[in-house]
């Protein structure tokens, strides 16, 4: 009970960042011995060090945000999702306040995690010759979402067909970046703020292995023979490359510019089947980074085997658009108003388009449109979304929406993309918009008042499944010719929902 008592405290703080400005009238946190307290109720589960144990990490650059108000109270009554009770009769005020102010302060110097510390931290739940050949439960496997409920930190399977949850789990804290699946669709591989990379058996539901690659991890993939998994983190500065049958890991690369004097966060990393390697995002420096996924395994050193491509770009670029064949790239500009396009083969930046109000390229999705490829992206500052040629990196058309937005989706089988308009004064609403005259043809709200978002197809194209990111929120099913809703099934603050076959198939109408 005490070290889930201490996983919930960093559930309560997650979204904490930021909540040292703010100020509570009668404050006497700065009375109290943070540090005891921390030592005394949390470093048993989350380390002395505030790196994390069975709880995650608690650091500023592994939290979210949410009110110093809001915090206090839930962890003076507790929260149900969670099971935890209150701690009212325990801390004062005072002392959760101290508690939410420890955890924001950064940590300096930042310690080592490197190949010591993850091979430390490494554990293997499953051994592989044990596994079954088919799968525990009937089911159509390439139909199967993987849903994230960020509310209680858990995962349901749910069957696309029948819209039944098949297993749920509990997860590590605040998984990031969506998962990624083996090129069969039955292995899953997650990674959550704090670094942990967790590979998960879907034909028998358990978790096959788990390995802390990180401090603060922004995303994983995974290659396309689905033999490595490359992990973006923000701290350390590194990407890691695992063996995604044991999660070994393979090689760790400290990531700088070539002078080697300048530091960058690994924004993200993705996978780039077609020229069968991993690019990254770098936060701080001019580069993209181009690593092969089919190093040559006979070769021992990891810098022989996985070597690195700089491509040097004008500044530093983030949240990657490929095009179907994965030549070329748009990333977003520094200062969010532009997509800057590169030529992977060439390493040359070859297009600037203007794309005002940052666009959410990381979410965007193509399809043809009167005989040329097109993309399409929401913005997370404008209520509009850009439809833009991939040929001649002109814009094609700004629709206009009710709201900014974060995520867009089509299928090949579907004549129309949705989006949502979550960042908005109507963040209860779904846009549909038709891909053949790129008009808006419909507008939903699934629950008036509260927020709807990612929305993803079922491997046919027939379903749309739509979330209410809520804590009493909801999956919500409509069909996606009439947009009529089929069902709807209650979960914990569903976020995203992964359908398999539309994952490993590298579908056009979902990101990758």
Request: hydrophobic share 40%; with cysteine.
């Amino acid at each position: 009970m005490r070290e889930l008592k201490a996983f919930i405290i960093a559930a309560i703080l997650t979204v904490a960042a930021g909540a040292a400005a703010q100020t509570v009238p009668g404050d006497k946190s700065a009375e109290v011995d943070a540090k005891a307290v921390f030592q005394r109720e949390c470093a048993s589960c989350h380390g002395e060090g505030r790196l994390g144990g069975q709880g995650p990490a608690l650091l500023p650059e592994s939290l979210g945000r949410i009110g110093v108000a809001t915090a206090a109270e839930t962890i003076r009554n507790g929260r149900p999702a969670t099971q935890m009770e209150g701690f009212g009769k325990k801390l004062s005020d005072a002392e959760i306040a101290a508690l939410v102010k420890f955890v924001n302060t950064p940590l300096r110097p930042m310690p080592v995690w490197g190949m010591e510390e993850m091979l430390a931290s490494r554990e293997i739940s499953v051994d592989p010759a044990t596994l079954p050949e088919k799968p525990v439960f009937n089911a159509d496997l390439l139909n199967l979402f993987v849903v994230v409920e960020a509310g209680d930190h858990h995962v349901t399977i749910l069957n696309g067909d029948t819209f039944e949850p098949i297993h749920r789990f509990q997860s590590r804290f605040a998984l990031h970046g969506g998962p990624k699946f083996t090129p069969d669709g039955r292995f899953v591989f997650f990674v959550s703020r704090d670094g942990w990379v967790t590979k998960f058996d879907i034909y028998i539901n358990q978790v096959m292995a788990e390995i802390r690659a990180g401090i603060n991890a922004r995303n994983l993939a995974l290659s396309d023979d689905g033999k490595v998994v490359a992990v973006a983190n923000y701290l350390p500065n590194t990407l890691v490359l695992l063996d995604a049958t044991d999660l070994k890991p393979l090689k760790i690369d400290t990531v700088m510019d070539e002078a080697a004097k300048t530091p960058s966060r690994v924004s993200a990393v993705y996978q780039a089947a077609p020229r069968n390697s991993f690019v990254a995002a770098l936060k701080d420096v001019p580069e993209i980074w181009e690593v092969p996924t089919n190093g040559d395994s006979a070769i021992v050193d990891a810098d022989k085997r996985f070597p690195v491509r700089r491509i040097k770009v004008g500044e530093p670029l983030d949240d990657f658009f490929f095009d179907p064949d994965y030549k070329f790239l748009i990333g977003s500009s520094r200062d969010g108003t532009r997509g800057i396009v590169v030529d992977l083969d060439k390493g040359e930046t070859i297009a600037s388009i203007n794309l005002p109000g940052l666009p959410h390229l990381g979410s965007g999705i193509f399809w043809m449109y009167e005989g040329h490829p097109v993309m399409a992206t929401p913005h997370l500052r404008e209520p509009a979304v850009s439809v833009i040629d991939l040929k001649s990196w002109k814009t094609v058309k700004t629709i206009k929406t009710p709201g900014p937005g974060f995520f867009m989706r089509g299928h090949e089988k579907s004549p129309y993309a949705w989006t949502d308009v979550s960042l908005g004064p109507q963040k209860d609403t779904l846009v549909v918009i038709d891909t053949r005259s790129l008009e808006i043809v419909k507008t939903l709200t699934p629950e008036p008042g509260k927020t709807a978002s990612h929305i993803e197809f079922t491997r046919d194209g027939r379903y749309v499944l739509a979330s209410i990111w809520e804590m009493d929120g909801a999956l919500v099913i409509y069909d996606a010719q009439t947009f009529k809703e089929i069902k709807r099934i209650p979960m914990v603050k569903p976020s995203g929902k992964y359908n398999v076959f539309n994952k490993i198939t590298l579908s056009a109408g979902t990101s990758h």
